[in-house]
């Protein structure tokens, strides 16, 4: 049975991992900073490297005994990363030396009977690499000095891993059905601590991304592959958007970046909001931003089991319509990731979001809905001349990019436009997917 490699970094705060992650990618995808601990959840990324399939695991800091509250969840992390990979890479500071936290989880490593070597982090120069001699006491071999920053030393590293991948017999992944085909990219994004990674986590079934009441927990955008009889998807839990003005620090503002950076890159977006909390100005924002992007996207009324009644209800999803008016082609799904309500509809309807959002107009039937509609209301004069629409054909797709070919170098009012696309919306069955009309002169 074919399967993939797992490689998985460990160590305690600040000390390079994710820089390490990103040179081990060959591109960056983990969040980089100076701030200790700006890496939380697990990071997880996959690359083919000769004939296997190597998947590589970033983790947060090993934090040992602090007052921070989400030290608990970074150990249970390390823990679950730890137990489900087949070479760990323990990386330590030369700069700062070897420290008690480095010690204790050696340790931890060697009793977990885990394939282990030591990365020897931040030896930038030749004449650094002395520095490495004392941490050969941890007790785990090989060590490997490096520069994670500027890439010296990452060839002998690579060269050792590919050794254990052989010696691992991992075999090359066996071809995905026909029936598969690319994965779908799916954002989960919303404002701070509205429940998306309780929503990843239920996809998931599993752990992957920290759960924890105070806002702002998950910081970097994690990558989770997940298999369906059906498809293929690619899942992305974003740090909470937050306003500008909430986001002075620097890492805080990185991981906007990144999560903007997310729904830019995806195919279809999870808008997550608090059905128990009215809608907010930052909800809407966020709407904007999927709308700007050009995205598909499906609201997802989450903490439905704190709603009370179907009245309740009832007032909560017009509460939303009313807040999300410029966007109101997403579709809506009720869930409590508390309960798992209704969490197994979500990427079936990602699917069929995402089969509106990629698909294929025929010339003949689009020209014979566009004839019908104006037949049905004609367009208003244009600077005072007969507006006319000769044809339209299919320009681009995901989102579908609709040309209409006119008598005008000036595009009809903003409200026939409307006009047109609700009622191609209708009879296209595009809901959660944009669609772009535009206009050009004959």
Request: contains cysteine.
């Amino acid at each position: 049975m074919s399967r993939t490699y797992s490689i998985v970094i460990v160590g305690r705060p600040n000390v390079g991992k994710s820089t390490l992650f990103n040179r081990l990618l060959g591109r960056r995808k983990a969040l980089v900073h100076d701030l200790p601990g700006v890496t939380r959840d697990r990071n997880v990324a996959v690359l083919e490297r000769g004939d296997a399939v190597v998947q590589i695991v970033d983790t947060g800091g090993v934090l040992g005994e602090t007052e921070d509250m989400l030290s608990g969840l970074v150990e249970e992390q390390v823990n679950i990363a730890i137990a489900g990979g087949d070479f760990i890479l323990h990386v330590v500071d030369a700069k700062d030396g070897m420290l008690p936290l480095d010690r204790e989880l050696a340790r931890r490593l060697i009793q977990s009977g885990k394939q282990c070597s030591l990365v020897v982090n931040k030896i930038d120069v030749p004449a650094h690499i002395p520095r490495s001699a004392e941490f050969h006491a941890l007790g785990i071999e090989p060590v490997f000095p490096l520069s994670a920053e500027h890439g010296t030393g990452m060839e002998e590293l690579w060269d050792f891993i590919d050794g254990e991948i052989r010696a691992l017999g991992v075999e090359p992944p066996s071809p995905a059905p026909e029936a598969l085909t690319d994965p779908i990219k799916v954002a989960i994004v919303g404002r701070p601590n509205v429940g998306k990674s309780s929503i990843m986590n239920r996809l998931l079934g599993e752990d992957r991304s920290l759960v924890s009441d105070i806002p702002g927990t998950t910081r970097d955008p994690v990558d989770s592959f997940i298999r369906t009889p059906d498809r293929d998807f690619i899942l992305v839990d974003t740090a909470g958007i937050r306003r500008k003005s909430k986001t002075g620090r620097g890492a805080e503002i990185l991981s906007v970046i990144l999560a903007r950076r997310s729904l830019e890159q995806c195919h279809v977006a999870l808008l997550v909001v608090d059905a128990s909390q009215p809608p907010s100005h930052q909800d809407a924002h966020i709407a904007g931003l999927i709308e700007g992007a050009r995205r598909g996207a499906i609201l997802v009324l989450n903490k439905w089991d704190l709603i009370g009644g179907e009245e309740n209800g009832k007032r909560v999803v017009e509460a939303f319509r009313d807040k999300l008016t410029f966007i109101d082609w997403l579709p809506i799904v009720r869930t409590s990731a508390k309960t798992k309500r209704h969490v197994e509809r979500v990427l079936p309807h990602v699917q069929r979001v995402y089969e509106r959002y990629a698909q294929t107009f025929p010339t003949a039937a689009l020209n014979k809905t566009l004839g019908d509609l104006v037949a049905r209301v004609s367009p208003p004069s244009v600077q005072g001349k007969e507006f006319k629409i000769r044809y339209a054909t299919q320009t681009g797709k995901a989102p579908p990019i609709l040309t209409l070919f006119t008598n005008s170098r000036f595009p009809p009012p903003d409200a026939y436009t409307r006009y047109l696309k609700n009622r191609m919306r209708e009879i296209h069955d595009l809901e959660g997917s944009p669609l772009i009309l535009k206009y050009r002169r004959e």
